[in-house]
């Protein structure tokens, strides 16, 4: 046996070499997983708007899934369109009318519309007895009564105004003369021809249609002591006041409001008779009715000649 090597340590060597060769070959045992499950997503209303893809940079907004507020604007109906409905307003003066400051009487006049002519209505009385217009020829508006004109639509769709404050109403009064007629005149007795003087008419082509000529002459004086009545309302009517005419035959009725009265006498009352008796009314008609007139007073309206003849039986 050559000299270094000894044959126990060679042997130990081959035997060590073998048993790491077999470990090699042999199988390896792994452990086994034990699989777990995930539990499936439980998705809320307001989660699909998670699974929107958002488009690349690059790509159209084609076939993407609509989110929620995009899904409201699509059962949001459009709001249609309104037809607006256009109102003819206008009016047309069945009269001459008279368009005030305000809707009374009382109020000064601030222009007319004719009978004809039209105007455009913008409001109304709540009970529209007055219609507030503007006239083409005014810069503001002003009022008239209803009755006065006429209309296409209903007044109830104009507003409701307020009257601007009443004006304290202008007094007014009426006055006059009741004079003593005369009528100069010869003949006409006994076959003598009829001759008409001063103050006389023929009014008729009857022989006995002749008499004072209704206009007081510088001759005619007036009646004095004569007692006159006013009324309220048209004739006939009394009760308000009473008058009597002076040394020239004149009257007066003071202070009167706007409104329609009765000015009358009685020729057989009042003490009258024994100044007017035998005698006849010959102004403002000859006869009956002669005793009375009835006055429409405007505010502040003075009526100086509401006058009345009287005639003596044979115009003497």
């Known amino acids: 046996m050559p000299q270094g090597h000894h044959p126990y340590k060679l042997s130990l060597l081959f035997v060590v070499i073998a048993l790491f060769l077999?470990?090699?070959?042999?199988?390896?045992?792994?452990?086994?997983?034990?699989?777990?499950?995930?539990?499936?997503?439980?998705?809320?209303?307001?989660?699909?708007?998670?699974?929107?893809?958002?488009?690349?940079?690059?790509?159209?907004?084609?076939?993407?899934?609509?989110?929620?507020?995009?899904?409201?604007?699509?059962?949001?109906?459009?709001?249609?369109?309104?037809?607006?409905?256009?109102?003819?307003?206008?009016?047309i003066a069945t009269k001459n009318?008279?368009?005030?400051?305000?809707?009374?009487?009382?109020?000064?006049?601030?222009?007319f519309l004719l009978l004809g002519n039209s105007a455009e209505a913008i409001g109304r009385l709540a009970d529209t007895s007055w219609l507030q217009v503007q006239l083409a020829d005014k810069p503001s508006p002003c009022w008239i009564a209803n009755s006065l004109l006429s209309y296409s639509f209903d007044p109830s769709l104009l507003p409701v105004l307020a009257s601007?404050?009443?004006?304290?109403p202008a007094l007014g009064s009426i006055s006059g003369i009741l004079w003593h007629e005369i009528c100069?005149?010869?003949?006409?007795?006994?076959?003598?021809?009829?001759?008409?003087?001063n103050g006389c008419v023929q009014y008729g082509p009857g022989a006995g249609e002749w008499g004072p000529n209704q206009v007081k002459d510088g001759f005619e004086v007036g009646w004095?002591?004569?007692?006159?009545?006013?009324?309220?309302?048209?004739?006939?009517?009394?009760?308000?006041?009473t008058a009597v005419t002076n040394g020239s035959g004149a009257y007066s009725f003071d202070a009167l409001a706007a409104g329609t009265y009765c000015v009358s006498y009685d020729p057989l009352g009042d003490g009258n008779d024994a100044i007017l008796i035998p005698g006849g009314p010959t102004y403002p008609v000859r006869g009956s009715g002669g005793e009375k007139q009835t006055v429409d007073l405007d505010p502040g309206e003075n009526a100086t000649s509401v006058n009345f003849g009287w005639a003596w039986q044979f115009f003497d």
């Open 224 to 241: 004095v002591g004569v007692t006159l009545h006013l009324g309220s309302g048209a004739c006939p009517s009394t009760g308000l006041a």
């Open 22 to 91: 077999a470990g090699c070959n042999a199988p390896i045992s792994r452990p086994t997983a034990t699989p777990t499950f995930e539990p499936e997503p439980v998705f809320e209303p307001g989660d699909f708007a998670d699974f929107a893809t958002p488009p690349s940079p690059d790509e159209p907004e084609v076939g993407l899934a609509p989110t929620m507020e995009g899904a409201e604007n699509l059962l949001t109906s459009p709001t249609p369109t309104e037809t607006q409905i256009v109102i003819d307003f206008t009016v």
């Open 184 to 197: 100069e005149y010869t003949g006409g007795h006994a076959g003598e021809p009829l001759v008409l003087g």
């Open 164 to 168: 601007p404050p009443t004006p304290t």
């Open 97 to 111: 009318a008279n368009c005030r400051t305000g809707p009374n009487i009382v109020f000064d006049q601030y222009g």
